[in-house]
Every structure is written in C-alpha cells, then in structure tokens.
C-alpha cells in the first residue's frame, strides 16, 4: 500500500517517546525517544514523503502475552478539536490487530501520553515461526486523523531475532 | 496489573467505561494512576494535557484519563467530560487553607455540570502519609461533600506513595458504575 497522504500532520503533532513493556514481567521490550530538541512546528514541508521504519524486536517478544504500549506525543501551538489514530498490524496478508482510538480535544502547546494494555492476540507456534523466518514481512500502517482528516501516515515493518 | 482485577467487573457492560481524574495540580493524580499500575513513580513530571491509561481485557475497555489541574489548563477540562462514567476528585489532604478552598470550588462547579450528570465520584484525599495531612473526615466536611445530592459519592483517605487503599477506592467506583449499569439494564 502506498503512503495516503503527505506528513502536514507533523505542523499539528509529534511523536516524542514509544515504549513496549511486557506487563507480565515489566520487561522493558522497546523504547525509541526522540532527541530531546527543541520541537519546530513551522518549517514543516508539507509535502514530506512518509517513511517506513523497521524495528527489530527479541524473539521474546512473540511470546509476551500482555504488552503495555506508551505513545508520547506534543501538540504545536494549534489546538485540534478531534484527534484519532487508527493502526492496523499485519502478518503478510493476514490481520493481526487493529486499534481505534479517539484522543478526542488536545490542548495547544503540550505533552501527552497514551499508555495501552492489552492481550496479544494468541498466535500458534507455527506462525510464529514464519514470522521469525520472515524479517519484514510483519508490518503495521498507522492513521492520523485531525478533525476527521487524515494527516499523518506512518509505516513500519518488524523483525524478530 | 491491579487493574485487571477490575477490569473484570466492568463485563456487564457493552460499550468502553471512562473515568475521568481530575483535582487541582500537585494533588497526586498521575502519582496515583502510576502506583496502582505498578510504575515507578519517583520521577513524575506535573502533566500540561493529559495521560491516558487504556486497559483491554477479554473485549472490555477501560479507559482513565489524566487531565492537568494547573490554573491554565483547568478551562480546558470542559472538552473531556462527555461519555465519562466515572469522575476521580483527587485532594492533596496536606495543601495549604486557600488551595483546599479553591478545590472545593473547582468541585462544585463541576457537579454543576450536565454532562457529567451521571458519573459516580470518588474523592481520594490523597497523602494521608504526610504527618500535616487533614484526615478524610475532615476533608470530607471541607468540601461539604454531604450536601451533594446530584451524585452517587464516596470518599476514600489514600497515598499515592504507600499505595494505601488506592484500590479500594478504585474498586468502589467501578462497582459502583457497573451496577448502575445493571439497574438501567
Ligand atoms: N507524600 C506524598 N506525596 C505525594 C503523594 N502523591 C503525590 N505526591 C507528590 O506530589 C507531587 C505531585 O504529584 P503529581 O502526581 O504530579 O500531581 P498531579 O495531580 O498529577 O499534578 P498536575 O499534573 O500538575 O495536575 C509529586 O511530587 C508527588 O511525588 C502522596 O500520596 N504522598
Ligand atoms: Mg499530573
């Protein structure tokens, strides 16, 4: 799939922090922060291509059975009346999670978290495997609606090792 | 996960239970929803918007939002009322005279409010583990809390840093918004 719009997003929002704790064991999995630089909110080409992003996880993390995650965001200087973000995860063609959430009102000029906790969708041992067998080819998109536009749209791919 | 155990009560219900945490700033509301989840609290920072926590289980959702409480972002409280099912009232018990009675303002006008009508509160008098904390009784009586009338209430004395009765308190509001949903049923 092709990236569905430009990144104009980032002139409203911008990711800081991303984290993935194993709830279970409070094992930290993952953690990606963003420098800590000041944050430009206006030279901001809107026409910025997306990029996908690969991340490389432990194998232990296929058998995490509670994960939390936790998204650190920054609003710019404009409020946004409506704030969404939908996530869909795939293993090749196959669905493996899908998130809909609806921040709702953000407050210009801020820093927000999001912390998620949820059950892994239960997988069996044999495509677990494959997914092992398979770098990049577990691959998530991430929408991001303001006021019901999309703004931002983000790709990663997974590997396991 | 002490809120898993929750969690599991709010199964009667269809759609997401939303509760809402709000109190003036510096009164413990993101010290509180860390401690009950087992993070580490020594490092909190006061919140210029908000922190959510989304807990699913099993198909069931449950979703506590974490509003600032400095003077600035109070007028902004307004945009995270609708759809709550459960309001947290969150009480620094140790804060000067003059605070306590702009908390006690700050309640009473959201009591006021329509659209949180229908939302259970719990008040935590935090910070019961500070020697100059007022007891919850006296909290209690600061905010004249029986004299509301508009609410199912209840109010639970707790500290943020010994973890005391925090999930007592959380325990009573969600029973207390499951069977009210069972009683609409
Ligand atoms: N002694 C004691 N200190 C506490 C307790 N709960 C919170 N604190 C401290 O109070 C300060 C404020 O806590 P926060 O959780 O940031 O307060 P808040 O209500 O989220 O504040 P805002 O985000 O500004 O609205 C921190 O220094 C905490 O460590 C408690 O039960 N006892
Ligand atoms: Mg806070």
Redesign the interface.
Known sequence: MQFLCSQAGYRLVQFLEFSIKN??T?EMLFQLKRPEIPLNWEDIDPAEEGRTVNYKFPISFLQAK?IGTTLTFA?GPKELSSFRMIERHYFRDRLLKSFD?T?????P???????????VPALDEKTKKEMVLSPGQTVSDSFYFVDNKLVLHNKASYSYC | MGLLTIIKKLKARERETRILMLGLDNAGKTTILKRINGEDISTISPTLGFNIKTLEHKGYKLNIWDVGGQKSIRTYWRNYFEQTDGLVWVVDSADRPDRLEDCKRELKELLKEERLAGASLLIFANKQDLSTALSFEQIKDLLELDSIQTHHWHIEGCSAVTGKNLLAGMDWIVDDIASRMFSLD
């Open positions: 709830e279970d409070n509670n609003v959430f921040f709702g009102f953000c407050i000029n801020t820093v927000n978290t999001w912390e998620h906790i949820y059950e």
